[in-house]
């Protein structure tokens, strides 16, 4: 069964700077989508940033210039680096996968709060 594992987060002052990284395990095919998510305290889940296979990048507005998306395809990881933090960034971070089409896959990590002190 597939599983993303995620790493980094924690605790830092406003702006600074955090790097969150999560790598899928049980499975050696790309996945068409991978990207982050984050849930604050009482608010919906919302998109950070996902980045296509091909290259594709999509960020969230209140993040465009501070954060930034990369993946590796051949070891199915993606990572998230995180400058310039502000205290409105707390909450809870999600690693997402997607396959398209036929075969459709969504697949979540179990999340890692982000916590930004002002």
């Known amino acids: 069964q597939v599983q993303l594992v995620e790493s980094g987060g924690g605790l830092v002052q406003a702006g600074g700077s955090l790097r969150r990284s999560c790598a899928a395990s049980?499975?050696?095919?790309?996945?068409?989508?991978m990207g982050w998510f984050r849930q604050a305290p009482g608010k919906q889940r919302e998109l950070v940033a996902t980045m296509s296979d091909s290259g594709r990048i999509n960020y969230a507005d209140s993040v465009k210039g501070r954060f930034t998306i990369s993946r590796d395809n051949v070891k199915n990881t993606v990572s998230l680096q995180m400058n310039s933090l502000e205290p409105e960034d707390t909450a809870v971070y999600f690693c997402?996968?997607?396959?398209?089409?036929?075969?459709?896959?969504?697949?979540w990590g179990k999340g890692t709060l982000v916590t930004v002190s002002s």
């Open positions: 049980g499975s050696t095919n790309t996945f068409d989508v």
């Open positions: 997402n996968a997607k396959r398209l089409g036929f075969w459709y896959t969504d697949i």
